[in-house]
């Protein structure tokens, strides 16, 4: 059974201070991270991809990803009160399937 | 369309009723996915289609539960006799063949079962 843990929220910011949010995965054999957003009531909505170890900056958004220590993160610079949203750390492995986490909800503070 | 989109947005079933659910892909991707998602979860694999092929349906927790894509375009997700646990939303998402795994989601159908 494959398996993604995320930080336990909610994660509360104050607007302008970096928000971290945390993922590790059970599956040594995936291939490729995503990080997907989701409004309360929405659908999810990609944001991040990362196939490589490292990190990957897109924005006010950095993805960072460890595969020997099977982790996998999301910052979020310059936090914004429209960021507040239900983040989802999504796994996936040599095929199309996909493992969601639970998400952690953000709440960044005005 | 610019997006994926799903009909109906909100559906109220009775017990025992059959649903039908649609899912309208972005033009022009060949894979096709359709998610369960329960309040506070992430959502939950179902069914997978390359075209008009269902190349998974593993996910699907009964056989109550049935999808079809006759032209390769759009699906249908049917499920009969619905009981109060298949109230959750369910979510399509698509994808093209070299970035399957960049998947892009429809707006969801909430279903509620009384």
């Known amino acids: 059974q494959k398996e993604v843990e995320q930080n336990s929220g909610p994660l509360s910011v104050p607007e302008g201070a970096i928000a971290s949010l945390n993922c590790t995965y059970s599956?040594?054999?995936?291939?490729?991270f995503f990080w997907y957003r989701q409004y309360s009531g929405k659908s999810p909505e990609l944001i991040m991809s990362?196939?490589?170890?490292g990190d990957k900056e897109d924005g006010r958004f950095t993805a960072q990803l460890n595969k020997a220590s099977q982790y996998v993160s999301l910052l979020i610079r310059d936090s914004q009160p429209s960021d507040s949203a239900t983040y989802l750390c999504?796994?996936?492995?040599?095929?199309?399937?996909?493992?969601f986490g639970k998400g952690t909800l953000l709440t960044v503070n005005p | 369309g610019a997006g994926v989109s799903q009909s109906p947005r909100y559906k109220v079933a009775k017990r025992g009723q059959d649903v039908a659910l649609r899912c309208d892909p972005i033009?022009?991707?060949?894979?096709l996915f359709w998610y369960q998602q329960a309040l506070g979860q992430g959502p939950e694999f179902l069914t997978y289609?390359?075209?008009?092929?269902?190349?998974?349906k593993s996910g699907l927790p009964s056989d109550r539960f049935f999808a079809e894509r006759p032209e390769g375009s759009v699906s249908t997700l049917k499920i009969q006799r619905t009981q109060q646990e298949d109230s959750a939303v369910y979510l399509c998402?698509?994808?093209?063949?070299?970035?399957?795994?960049?998947?892009?989601f429809g707006p969801g159908t909430r279903l509620t079962v009384l």
């Open positions: 599956d040594r054999g995936s291939q490729s």
């Open positions: 033009s022009g991707h060949v894979s």
């Open positions: 999504v796994i996936g492995g040599s095929n199309y399937k996909l493992t």
């Open positions: 289609f390359q075209n008009e092929a269902q190349l998974d």
């Open positions: 998402a698509s994808s093209i063949p070299d970035r399957v795994n960049e998947q892009f």
């Open positions: 990362i196939y490589s170890n």
